[in-house]
């Protein structure tokens, strides 16, 4: 049995950091994402997608990404249910993302603070003392950059031969 989705899409609020009461973090999104097919009237419609995320990839997602940003979330699809104050069933289907990736470079202004950074996997740090605060920041600088391009100072085409490919 497969359950993994792969998405590209926009905050469409800034992340909601949370912490468990052992001090996990956890992070909350939606992200909306475009369809590939125009309505009727010619209008792209997008899903709005409501995502999930933890530990220390959590905050940095809260520390990286605003309302607007660019991001690509791999994870699985979890169901669950609850009852609603009106007694009536509610039934949710959110993404647990196992990764998030910060598609747009960080701006100069400092403004839109954006990295590129992944921490990938679980991410298996806790902290050690429970943090009940939301939105903590931190002053880490361990973000990989996206805005610098490697091949700038090339002239043309990269040559690559056969016996540099993989496959």
Avoid: H
């Avoid at 926009?10 to 949370?18: A, I, Q």
């Avoid at 933890?54 to 940095?60: G, L, M, T, V």
């Avoid at 660019?70 to 669950?80: K, Y």
Wanted: proline share 5%.
């Amino acid at each position: 049995m497969i359950n993994r989705v792969v998405l590209v899409g926009r905050l469409t609020k800034d992340p909601e950091l949370r912490y468990t009461p052992s001090g996990v973090a956890m992070a909350r999104f939606t992200l909306a994402v475009n369809r590939t097919f125009s309505n009727q009237q010619g209008e792209r419609e997008a899903d709005f997608i409501n995502c999930t995320v933890w530990r220390k990839q959590a905050e940095n997602t809260a520390n990286f990404l605003k309302k607007g940003s660019l991001a690509g979330v791999e994870g699985r699809i979890q169901t669950g249910s609850y009852e609603g104050q009106d007694g009536k069933r509610v039934y949710t289907t959110d993404v647990v993302a196992d990764s998030v990736q910060f598609l747009e470079p960080r701006s100069g202004s400092g403004e839109r603070n954006q990295g590129g950074q992944s921490s990938g996997g679980n991410g298996q740090q806790q902290s050690s003392t429970p943090s009940y605060q939301q939105n903590q920041p931190t002053n880490q600088q361990n973000y990989t950059r996206v805005d610098e391009d490697p091949f700038s100072n090339s002239s043309g085409p990269i040559e690559v031969s056969d016996d540099d490919l993989p496959f």
